[in-house]
């Protein structure tokens, strides 16, 4: 398994607070994104990044900020949460290697936001 | 802009054959996948096929591409409970350096005793 991990795994706060999320890999990947996964829409692409301080919007990209200030971090904030973005996050990575452009997915943070 | 289109449920019985199948629109997808999701995991790449390829197969799994139709299918043998889980298809193009997957919506594959 490709070394990504995600914290927190979950997280409940309430409407109007800031959250940040973390991905983490050991796999010198440059590229990493940002997904939300809601029930009918699947994947839903939120930002990504092509390098340390070079990130770019994705599909649904309002509410959310990311930084990357390290190869291997991935922060997305929630600047004030809204119950619309309750969902599961999932951080992913790719980069040049043997089969190019695959994409390997973290565990996943589920975020509740009352 | 481009678009995966998948049927979001299928139920076969096991050891009989399953099938899912995946629809796209960019006519410049290079490379195509299959992802697959239990529950309360992420998304773990299966397999994958490059657009100049028909057929793939990885033991249980054939990946059947017919690129005219810009169809793709998942064909897994002796379906198991285990293979229960939720299919995505996905795809990209070198154009812009694997910045852009577009998923489909996904398929839930349910397996019956």
């Known amino acids: 398994d490709a070394g990504i991990t995600q914290s927190p795994r979950h997280k409940v706060t309430e409407t109007g607070t800031p959250v940040t999320l973390r991905c983490h890999q050991t796999e010198n990947h440059r590229y990493m994104y940002w997904y939300r996964q809601d029930p009918g829409h699947g994947l839903r692409l939120i930002h990504y990044?092509?390098?340390?301080?070079?990130?770019d919007k994705g599909e649904v990209s309002d509410g959310y900020s990311v930084s990357r200030s390290k190869t291997e971090d991935f922060l997305l904030t929630l600047e004030s949460a809204t119950s619309s973005q309750t969902s599961v996050y999932f951080c992913?990575?790719?980069?040049?290697?043997?089969?190019?452009?695959?994409?390997?997915f973290g565990p996943g943070t589920r975020l509740t936001v009352t | 802009g481009e678009d995966v289109e998948q049927s979001l449920f299928l139920s076969v019985r096991e050891g009989d054959s399953s099938v899912i199948n995946c629809t796209y629109t960019d006519s410049s997808s290079t490379y195509l996948y299959w992802y697959k999701q239990e529950p309360g995991a992420g998304l773990q790449l299966l397999t994958y096929i490059f657009s100049n390829m028909d057929m793939k197969q990885d033991q249980r799994l054939t990946v059947l591409l017919n690129k005219k139709d810009k169809h793709l299918s998942l064909r897994i043998a002796d379906t198991q409970t285990g293979d229960s889980a939720i299919y995505f298809c996905?795809?990209?193009?070198?154009?812009?350096?694997?910045?852009?997957?577009?998923f489909g919506p996904g398929t839930r594959l349910s397996v019956l005793p």
């Open positions: 990044s092509y390098g340390v301080k070079d990130t």
């Open positions: 992913a990575i790719s980069g040049p290697g043997t089969h190019h452009y695959e994409q390997y």
């Open positions: 996905a795809e990209t193009t070198p154009d812009n350096y694997g910045q852009n997957f577009v």
